[in-house]
């Protein structure tokens, strides 16, 4: 045996020694730079580190991190606010931890403290302003209740108005604080430096030190911590850095997240480690070996197992150190030593792979030490003391007397664990979920998943049972997702199939009730499933589950997924005879029909919804589906029975008195009011719908008062006030944080600059409201903009631009099966046509896509836009006419222009602007 002395980096005779950081000069180079960059201008930066398991992510952030520290020190240092995401965590728990770390909030603490803590120091921030919105959004990321204001009021029931005002809200907040001056800070600066308003502190002395937001193992995060995030990095405007910490199937996942922020976005992938680099670190993990013989042989070995992966060559020492082969030569020296045995290295065969050196840590354990962690595997990743107590005393029976003295299996747990956080199985967690309890976590998650599979089904499961029994007594679990999502799995795998059904939905009901709608998703899945593979559950519990479900997926865009959870909720409703449940089922149904241009069928369903309210005396089911009835009459052109429908809908919640809903009411009499060309009582029904949402604070609902106003001003031709309406929209809907108003906004802005006879400036707005809609992935709102494109290129005369423009939108509108859509967008696709044709086949196509506008509009009924086809067909026929020798085509076209006239007498409407295509996606 060889050996050589070294000074111990700390504590005695340790054997947890930590890989030096080597080989990642350019990734700290890049991280300076962005650091410096937002002290310099102010603004954000994001910085993404994307590597696996083990390649020194988060220890990269943390060395670079503590450099700042050390370098800047005092006020000028960053303040870094850190979470890591959870494997089955709540939808928001990634950001539940960094704002936990700004507020400073442990875990466990008094529910009432806790929100005193946040209130007073957003207050300090905001200075009194809103900050009751700020303080319900953060307690809805934090699971603490907050009063409601007017505004939350006003637009609780509307899941994607709640989304996109929580992102507004958390932004302006992140964007406050990071110009906030902190009090301590104010109390050591010079004399007036701390006077500076937040709003124009300056990088240098007096100002804050930037913050910086950690989220680490983001591949655990759920989609609506991503989409918060990604909004976040694009939108930012404060002297903030964040920093991503990620595996690659984090952006397999979401392959668009590089594009986020655009220039102010840096990714970096960390690809291993030379072998150079490699042998550097190991050199330096087995240095209190010295030059031992077989040293060489350990280093080779190491990296050829590590593959270029600091965690796996860190993993390698104690492995060494398990087997026997290095030892501690004196554990309470102060001279850090280790000796290699040369004659155990026989027993190592060299090198190992990653499957042999886990077995190896595995039979390295003693029976009770293994025992305790296939118990603790069980529990997941993180575990509790209380939970490994409850498997314990499965077969256990009381002492006669309960007390500290009787009881020895606590300390004998506590000493077990003990010894297994020093071998490095296992770590400490700071902060317990539960306050009455400690909470840890498996240092390596392979290790965990080999001793899963070790553990016999009949005893895991009986683990399972003890485990959710224990869980289910454990404060705040019923009130929190999360808690209750792990509660409902261990149910389930204990074969508690009854109870694991109303677990998850009651975890599903939780997160819905928080907007986070994928997770609410995930829930449903799991419990409904449960109860169609035969669990007895009871009906008005899948009932409200399926309602629910359907929403949910409804705002997820999965339409089809929706429709058969309507249609489920449908059939288990009949078959008790639940007429209103039947009527909320067949309501859902046809407003799904009617929102993808299947008419005829959204009339059966809402006619059957309205029979079966009217049969239970659902005032609301009954106001509400007389409303889908009245938007239904003017999707198809019929005025006077949309005016009918909305009318008596306006008049019964009037009754009811929820002013949200009659502001809607009068949007939608407003629309009806418009489209038949009676603009005086569009105004009126717009201005008070207007006047309802300034007072109850929807800000919202206040964007979309406005752009409809300018829509009525664009019928009218009053292009400037058009203009004026839709900028007060646009800077509404910027405040509110909803990027599908702001690019519908967008479109309209666009073209009103069009009509106004600046289409430069209309292409500048309509290319903003593409690049957001297709962000966003609204084909819709996409669809629209491409359209309004094409008719701003057209007045540019760039005919070619505009034809790829509007076929675009064209194919986007057949995708989507919007048919009124692509009715308009087949009518603007023949009028760029035929600009742009010398005649011949281009105009012969021109006429093509008018024709087959004019047959989508009358299979599905819509008059006004039939006859808005018909007129402009006629118009294109008279104008490539030969008069002296078509006079076929003459009569053609007087025929279609006498029926479109006849339509608009009909239906008592001018056929003045007639430029329809400002109607559709523009409200």
């Not at 390649?55 to 870094?80: H, N, W, Y």
């Not at 700004?102 to 466990?108: K, P």
């Not at 006077?640 to 949200?660: F, H, I, N, W, Y």
């Not at 008062?705 to 006030?721: F, I, M, P, W």
Request: glycine fraction near 8%; include cysteine.
């Amino acid at each position: 045996m060889a050996e050589r002395v070294s000074f111990a980096p700390s504590g005695f005779g340790t054997i947890d020694r930590r890989a030096v950081l080597v080989g990642r000069a350019a990734e700290l180079r890049v991280l300076d730079e962005s650091l410096r960059a937002v002290r310099d201008d102010g603004k954000a930066r994001t910085v993404t580190l994307v590597g696996a398991n083990g390649i020194g992510k988060t220890r990269l952030a943390r060395d670079f991190l503590s450099k700042q520290r050390a370098t800047e020190g005092g006020a000028g240092a960053p303040r870094v606010f850190r979470g890591s995401a959870r494997d089955q965590g709540a939808a928001y728990d990634v950001f539940a931890r960094v704002l936990r770390a700004r507020f400073g909030i442990v875990e466990g603490m008094d529910a009432e403290a806790a929100k005193a803590q946040i209130r007073s120091q957003v207050a300090a921030v905001l200075e009194d302003r809103k900050v009751g919105d700020v303080c319900f959004f953060l307690g809805q990321l934090l699971e603490l209740e907050f009063l409601d204001s007017p505004l939350i009021q006003a637009v609780r029931s509307d899941a994607n108005q709640m989304r996109l005002l929580r992102q507004a809200v958390i932004k302006r907040f992140l964007e406050a604080d990071a110009l906030h001056i902190p009090q301590a800070q104010r109390d050591t600066a010079p004399d007036g430096d701390a006077a500076v308003p937040r709003a124009h502190a300056k990088p240098g002395v007096g100002s804050p030190g930037p913050i910086v937001l950690v989220f680490d193992d983001l591949q655990y995060a759920h989609d609506e911590s991503l989409d918060l995030l990604g909004y976040l990095i694009e939108s930012i405007d404060a002297p903030l850095l964040i920093l991503c910490l990620a595996r690659p199937d984090m952006t397999a996942r979401r392959d668009h997240w590089p594009s986020h922020g655009g220039a102010r976005h840096k990714v970096i992938e960390l690809s291993p480690l030379t072998d150079t680099d490699s042998a550097r670190v190991m050199e330096d993990l087995l240095a209190p070996c010295g030059e031992a013989e077989g040293i060489e042989e350990l280093v080779e070995g190491a990296c050829t197992l590590a593959g270029g992966n600091p965690a796996l060559l860190e993993r390698m020492v104690r492995i060494f150190h398990d087997m026997g082969v290095v030892e501690v030569k004196d554990e309470f020296a102060e001279v850090e030593s280790w000796v290699i045995h040369v004659d155990k290295l026989s027993e190592v065969s060299l090198p190992l792979t990653v499957e042999d050196a886990i077995q190896a840590r595995i039979a390295a354990l003693a029976p009770n030490e293994r025992d305790l962690l296939e118990r603790a595997a069980t529990m997941g990743s993180v575990f509790w003391l209380g939970g490994l107590l409850a498997i314990a005393r499965l077969d256990s029976n009381a002492p006669d007397v309960w007390s500290r003295a009787a009881v020895t299996d606590e300390t004998e747990i506590r000493d077990a664990l003990k010894e297994l956080k020093e071998r490095d199985y296992i770590l400490t967690l700071p902060d317990s979920t539960f306050p009455d309890d400690e909470e840890f976590a498996f240092k390596h998650n392979l290790e965990r998943e080999t001793l899963l599979k070790l553990l016999p089904k009949a005893q895991a499961k009986r683990f399972h049972k003890a485990i959710a029994d224990w869980l289910s007594f454990k404060a705040h679990v019923r009130t929190h997702e999360e808690y209750m999502g792990q509660l409902a799995r261990h149910q389930e795998q204990a074969g508690l199939v009854v109870q694991a059904a109303a677990t998850y939905l009651d975890a599903a009901h939780l997160a819905r009730e928080r907007y986070a709608n994928a997770k609410a998703s995930e829930y449903y899945v799991k419990g409904l499933g449960i109860l169609r593979d035969g669990a007895e559950g009871s009906t008005e519990q899948q009932l409200r589950a399926l309602h629910h479900y359907g929403d949910v997926l409804q705002v997820l865009g999965k339409n089809d997924e929706a429709l058969d959870a309507f249609n489920e909720m449908l059939v288990r409703a009949y078959r008790l005879n639940l007429r209103s449940k039947g009527g909320a089922a067949h309501g859902r149904i046809g407003r799904m029909y009617r929102d993808t241009g299947r008419l005829d069928d959204a009339q059966v369903h809402l006619d059957a919804a309205l029979a079966l309210f009217e049969d239970s005396h659902d005032e609301r089911g009954i106001a509400s589906t007389v409303d889908d009835i009245g938007k239904l009459h003017w999707l198809r052109g019929d005025y006077p029975k949309a005016l009918e429908s909305t009318q008596r809908s306006l008049t019964m919640r009037r009754k009811v008195g929820d002013r949200r809903s009659i502001a809607l009411s009068l949007n939608n009499l407003g629309l009806v009011y418009q489209d038949s060309g009676q603009f005086k009582l569009a105004l009126d029904a717009f201005e008070q719908a207007l006047r309802i949402r300034r007072e109850i604070g929807d800000l919202v609902g206040v964007s979309i008062s406005l752009n409809n106003l300018g829509t009525v001003a664009q019928d009218q031709r009053d292009d400037q006030r058009a203009l004026t309406l839709f900028l007060e929209a646009h800077e509404v809907a910027k405040e509110t944080g909803d990027r599908n108003r702001l690019a519908l906004v967008l479109t309209n802005l666009g073209e009103t600059y069009n009509r106004l006879g600046d289409p430069a400036k209309a292409i500048h707005h309509l290319k903003q409201a593409e690049e957001i809609a297709d962000e966003l992935g609204d084909k819709m709102g996409l669809a629209e903009a491409v359209r309004g494109l094409g008719k701003a290129y057209l007045a540019q005369r760039e005919y070619t631009r505009a034809r790829e423009c509007t076929a675009r939108a064209v194919e986007i509108f057949r995708e989507i099966q919007s048919k009124v859509q692509l009715g308009v967008a087949l009518r603007s696709l023949g009028e760029v046509m035929a600009a742009g044709s010398a005649g011949g086949e281009d105009l012969l196509t021109a006429r093509a896509h008018l024709l087959q506008s004019i047959w989508i509009f009358e299979e599905i009924g819509n008059d006004v836009e039939l006859a808005r086809s018909c007129r402009v067909y006629a118009s294109l026929l008279r104008a490539t006419s030969d008069r002296e020798a078509d006079a076929a085509t003459l009569e053609e076209a007087d025929q279609m222009a006498r029926r479109a006239d006849e339509i608009f007498a009909r239906l008592k409407i001018s056929s003045f602007g007639l430029d329809a295509d400002v109607f559709f996606g523009s409200r």
